[in-house]
């Protein structure tokens, strides 16, 4: 059973930056899309980004281009999400996910991890 593990969520003032991380034990990595969802207390599942399996394609949603950058290492099977100028309203719980294809429409990807928690106080 394919399982996604998230780790790297924590306290942050804003303004600063977090690492999240996902890995792979089940190596299934290199043949799907990946991505970051979020979901904050009270409201919809949200899509942060996604990257191609070659990294080559990446998307991002509006309120964190230029502020997040999503990229892989697939030799690791892991899969990162670099937060920087971090806000409040990035607060969530930070979801890794995989499947063949990935974007703001995905209702439920294949493969979706636990989740990490990230809190940007003010």
């Known amino acids: 059973q394919v399982q996604l593990v998230e780790s790297g969520g924590g306290l942050v003032q804003a303004g600063g930056s977090l690492r999240l991380s996902c890995a792979d034990p089940?190596?299934?990595?290199?043949?799907?899309?990946m991505g970051w969802f979020r979901q904050a207390p009270g409201k919809e599942r949200e899509f942060v980004a996604a990257?191609?399996?070659?990294?080559?394609?990446?998307d991002y949603a509006d309120s964190v281009k230029g502020r997040f950058t999503i990229f892989r290492d697939n030799a690791k099977n892991t899969l990162y999400l670099q937060m920087n100028s971090l806000k409040p309203e990035d607060t969530a719980v930070y979801h890794c996910?995989?499947?063949?294809?990935?974007?703001?429409?995905?209702?439920?990807?294949?493969?979706w991890g636990q989740g990490t928690q990230v809190t940007v106080s003010s």
């Open positions: 996910a995989a499947d063949t294809m990935l974007s703001p429409s995905t209702l439920s990807p294949r493969y």
């Open positions: 089940g190596r299934i990595f290199s043949s799907y899309v």
């Open positions: 990257i191609s399996w070659t990294g080559a394609r990446t």
